[in-house]
């Protein structure tokens, strides 16, 4: 039998304070307690393979040695998915069980080659390819027999799609298709596994046909012979070089010479050329971005679980660390119990469960849209759009402050590699750019609210059918301030009403002013990224309030109470930070405000002997975590020391260095 784990006594001591059952939350969290036994049972699995050990910490290694360790984890993970898949007949969503979420983070570290082929090329191919492609392409992908990446981004352009430069012409009299590159910015840049890894990829490219152009559409391009790897003629391929982050992601760049590719590798579900050239329009040119969308909604998932990690590793730290003095001829106390501190951390779990449960509603209408687009049926696409839009940039611009607040939160520790929060620091502001820079996000979502500002009530689509409402009273303040979550709800929904209603009236002077609409939309862009950024901050807010509702109806009375005051430290958190915005909006006066800051004191008082529980409850093991400051057991120094000493530098008492150019230079003999 192993020893039993020592744990800190003072973290064993918060966990003894805990109110509630961190196992019944672990439930909630992951949606019953089947599905808690299921992951745990694909972790067990995972981590008895050892894929996670690394021989020398992966932070040592150089630029290329971290690809190839990169490839060799990718491939062990994928084996084992594989593996699986046979045994337990299990479909894409155990791929992206064990891909996603912590855990294949946890495994692939700072980013893999492969992410793309799972991520958005099989998704590329399901959602852009006809059934007869799809029936050839998928299971050769599935089986990773080939492996591929999603090539959009070039050199020159990567938010205005419409601008990407890569053509591809059809030949009539070959059947065939003419991939080019005509100049160095229309060479694709970023693509994920490009570099040295996939042998195929989706190429978006503007379609020429019978002489003319019809905008940018998916192909499928061979770029690596299947048995030597090496590139086709005519494809330059390479990779873009180190990052902030994700370094592991073999992020590439890739450039055609008149390729031919047949005309049956167009992805054709939507639009199609036929043999003679014909084109065929999609019902919307939109639905070629459908895999931009599948991501930007997967991303919200994504980064509760990144946030989940950080505020996990930064409590438990901040429950074992020591500092400075509250009160005289006392200890020195636990971080954990500064009021700043719990400021810093508490959002940060709020947060998760917030965006959770976001996440889990964006992912049932993604599901619900698609299905009618199958039917032909595209009316709800422009909300699902506004909406995926501005909960991808918000909830990956807030889990990115969420992270660095974490590693500030561990002060000079946790700028250590070792605490873990730089790398998912890197991993998180990563997202913030791709799938969609937050900006342009923001401003998308902005375009549909002004259009759905114009609408009559009746017609609002549910997410801004509040519109209405703060339209017809967005004069009176008739209704008096109370200091509850539905006031602060119907706050923001002001604000953001408000705020678009600004936006149009300024928009309108603009244009009387003799400005073009595109101009006055320039000038007014900053105020329109706040209204959308409002707008996303009143649907989170209520969806937060909305679901946590439904879901204390069936947990236990401690469990309720704690669920509901996440909501509320929520809510008053981003009152409390909008304050300048409700003055403005709603009938909140001074004396209100004060009462906000109290209550938010009385929410951080009533949380804190819950901190470490609420962070248990995410139920993140400590190979998952791998950080020296968050680990189960509290022994943060410890593990700091055993990580030091594995340091390539301590492997000598003196380095080389030191005879070669110190000694020298110190008896100036260099
Ligand atoms: C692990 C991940 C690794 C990373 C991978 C990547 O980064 S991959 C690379 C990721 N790259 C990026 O993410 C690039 C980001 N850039 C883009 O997505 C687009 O170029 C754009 C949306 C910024 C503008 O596009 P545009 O100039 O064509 O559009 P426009 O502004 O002129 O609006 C026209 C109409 O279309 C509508 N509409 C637009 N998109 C969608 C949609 N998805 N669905 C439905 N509708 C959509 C829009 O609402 C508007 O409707 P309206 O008002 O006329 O009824
Ligand atoms: C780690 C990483 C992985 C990536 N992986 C892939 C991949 O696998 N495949 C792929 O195809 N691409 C990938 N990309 C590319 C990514 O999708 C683009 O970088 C992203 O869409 C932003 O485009 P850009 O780089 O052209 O930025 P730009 O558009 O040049 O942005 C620069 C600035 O201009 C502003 N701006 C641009 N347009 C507007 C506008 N209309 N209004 C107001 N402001 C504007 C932005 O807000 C920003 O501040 C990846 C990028 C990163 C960082």
Known sequence: MSNPVKVNPDLQKEREKCTFNVIELTNVIDGGPQKTEERKKREDMVFKEGIHIDEVPSDYLSHKEKYELAVKKACLLFKMMRR????????????????????????????????????????????????????????????????????QTELGHGTFVRGLETTATYDVSTKEFLLHSPTLTAYKWWPGGLAHTANYCVVMAQLYTQGECHGIHPFIVQLRDEETHMPLPGIKVGEIGAKLGMNGTNNGFLGFDHVRI??????????????????????????TYGT??????????????YMAKAVTI????????????????????????????????????????????????????????????????????????????????IATSDAAACV?????????????????LPLTYGLVTAACTYEGENTVMLLQTARYLVKAWHQSGAALPPTVAYLALARDTRLTHSQPWRNEVDAIVDGFQRIAAGKIALCVAQIEKREKSGMTYEDAWNMTSVQLTAASEAHCRAFILSSFQKETEKLVKTVSAPLRLVLLQLVELYAVYWALECVGDLLRFSSISERDIEGLQNWYEDLLVKLRPNAVGLVDSFDIRDEILHSALGAYDGRAYERLMEEAMKSPLNA???NQSFHKYLKPFMQGKL
């Open 84 to 151: 699986l898949q046979e045994e337990e007949n299990a479909g894409m969503e155990n791929y992206m069980a064990l891909l996603g979420g912590t855990l294949g983070t946890a495994i692939l570290g700072d980013g893999s080659p492969l992410t793309l082929h799972y991520v958005m090329f099989i998704p590329t191919l399901m959602g852009q390819g006809t059934v007869e492609q799809q029936a050839y392409w998928i299971s050769r992908a599935f089986n990773l027999n080939i492996i591929g990446t999603y090539a």
């Open 262 to 287: 047949p005309r049956e590798h167009m992805l054709m579900k939507n639009s199609k050329v036929l043999e003679d050239g014909t084109y065929v329009k999609a019902t919307s040119s939109k639905l």
């Open 292 to 305: 931009m969308m599948f991501v930007r909604v997967m991303l919200v998932q994504d980064m509760c679980n």
């Open 314 to 393: 930064a409590t438990r730290y901040s429950a074992v660390r020591r500092q400075s003095q509250l009160r005289p001829d006392e200890p020195e106390p636990q971080i954990l119990d500064y009021v700043t501190q719990q400021h810093k951390l508490l959002i940060g779990t709020a947060s998760v469960h917030a965006f959770r449960l976001c996440a889990s509603w964006l992912w049932d209408m993604y599901n619900n849209v698609t299905a009618e687009l199958e039917t032909g049926d595209l009316e709800r696409l422009p909300e699902l759009h506004a909406l995926s839009c501005c909960l991808k940039a």
């Open 404 to 420: 660095e607040r974490c590693r500030l939160a561990c002060g000079g520790h946790g700028y250590m590699l070792a605490s873990n």
């Open 652 to 654: 000598e008492p003196v």
